[in-house]
């Protein structure tokens, strides 16, 4: 519990110190954010959040609502009445009318209020099921806010750890660039000593030209990935975000047993709690269906005092009732019957899904594992290929300056080594993911980063 409670403190102090940091900045001046802090600030901004949270309050209102059914319901309620004067008034016995009406007396105004109070006695377990029910979908929302924290907590350290490979691949990039460069160069300086041909400096032209390409395509996808990233920390969009996480595929493997992390997952996930919520709901759905064959009882109170026109003074007075009202329906047709059935029929709809949700989560946490042992030997391979790939490139260098390969020979090996870096990175930053995922109960989806590379413009060489 102390431990707890010292890691607890340790990140609200984190969290403080990263929004002096992000606030306390001016405008438009690099803010530093690790991948802890860019999960804390988006708990803390996110407008998905945070609109949920308003949702959470919204049902703890639903149980002080419900609490109040258990009170007595107290009304007052009045009525003013003001006559009309035209001439056809009542007549009064003996032709007293335009007498009365010369007295001065008020033959035109009339008030009347009363003051009822009723207290349910017996309804059928309505109130208390109405109680249960609002506890529980406050509970209910709690869970679904946690899933959707969870999506979001993934979502970022998805984005985090590709941003950090997209700028890591446009260091590759820009090396390639230079390379290049300095191989055309050479080329050029070749062809016009008539050492080499036109077309081997079109070709190491036009290999630049697509190393530009991908420096450009690379750029454009960082920062749209940042403006992304944003977004989901809650702050502005173009603000200057510096990673101070780089290094990807470092987290230790958990060894926990299959079981064990499957066993986990079904304690912990947050959409099968929410499930298993959505399931008490409908037991409760059942019991206020059942609830309309129980007779309801009330007992009340009305008190009335009425304050005719002064022609009608006799009928002047106050008046008290005291009373217990008892309903019970005989006969509705079925109607309560098929209530009952109905919520029945949605208990064992949830109840399917709820075995669904648990195979699911089965087959999540299965695949998370797999991601983590296949990105873990998919990393191994990957930096074996970068340094073989990395010294085929140097000796076929020398080669070429020797005249022994051609240029299209050296240049396909560059692109194979320039790739084989990309791949490496992008290797890395799969493992990572996949230990997140597992480490989360395989609530999130492993995304391939070799997607995020073909969607920055194609990095490989041509």
């Not at 639903?62 to 009304?75: C, R």
């Not at 499930?275 to 409908?282: A, I, K």
């Amino acid at each position: 519990m102390k431990s707890r409670r010292n890691k607890t403190c340790c990140s609200l102090v984190l969290l403080c110190f990263s929004f002096t940091l992000l606030y306390a900045q001016p405008d438009n001046q690099p803010v530093e954010i690790s991948a802890e802090m860019a999960v804390m600030m988006a708990m803390n901004n996110n407008r998905n959040i945070k609109a949920l949270d308003h949702q959470l309050k919204g049902t703890e209102y639903d149980v002080k609502s419900a609490i109040t059914n258990f009170l007595p319901d107290v009304s007052l309620s009045g009525q003013y009445t003001r006559l009309s004067k035209q001439d056809d008034l009542p007549s009064v016995p003996g032709g007293m009318s335009s007498g009365l009406l010369g007295m001065g007396m008020d033959l035109e105004n009339s008030y009347k209020f009363s003051l009822q109070i009723q207290q349910p006695i017996f309804t059928g377990f309505q109130i208390l099921n109405g109680l249960k029910s609002a506890k529980l979908s406050h509970t209910l929302q709690e869970a679904t806010n946690d899933k959707t924290r969870q999506t979001i907590k993934y979502a970022v350290l998805q984005i985090y750890w590709g941003l950090v490979s997209l700028q890591k691949s446009q260091t590759v990039a820009i090396e390639a660039k230079k390379q290049l460069k300095e191989l055309t160069s050479n080329q050029e300086a070749m062809m016009e000593q008539g050492m080499t041909t036109e077309h081997d400096y079109l070709l190491t032209k036009a290999s630049l030209a697509q190393a530009e390409m991908n420096e450009l395509n690379v750029i454009k996808t960082l920062k749209s990935m940042k403006r992304q990233f944003a977004l989901l920390l809650g702050i502005p969009v173009n603000s200057k975000i510096i990673l101070t996480d780089s290094t990807a595929g470092s987290k230790e493997i958990t060894t926990n047993n299959v079981d064990s992390l499957i066993t986990r997952a079904q304690m912990e996930r947050p959409d099968l709690k929410e499930t298993c919520f959505q399931l008490q709901l409908s037991d409760l759905g059942i019991k206020a269906a059942r609830a309309s064959y129980y007779p309801s009882l009330y007992a009340g109170f009305s008190y009335s005092n009425s304050r005719p026109d002064n022609f009608y003074r006799d009928q002047w007075g106050d008046s008290w009732t005291l009373y217990a009202s008892l309903n019970f329906t005989l006969w509705d047709w079925g109607n309560r019957a098929f209530k009952v059935k109905k919520a029945k029929e949605q208990k064992l709809s949830l109840v399917e899904l709820f075995e669904q949700k648990k195979a699911d989560i089965e087959s999540d946490v299965l695949d998370a594992l797999s991601d983590v042992n296949l990105s873990s030997k998919a990393l191994e391979v990957a930096q074996l290929m970068a340094d073989a790939r990395e010294k085929n490139y140097h000796a076929s260098l020398a080669k070429h300056e020797e005249g022994v390969i051609s240029t299209y020979e050296l240049l396909d090996t560059h692109n194979s080594y320039i790739s084989a870096q990309y791949q490496a990175l992008q290797a890395a930053t799969n493992l990572e993911l996949a230990v997140i995922n597992l480490e989360m109960d395989g609530i999130g989806k492993t995304t391939d980063m070799n997607q995020t590379s073909s969607s920055a413009g194609g990095m490989n060489q041509p």
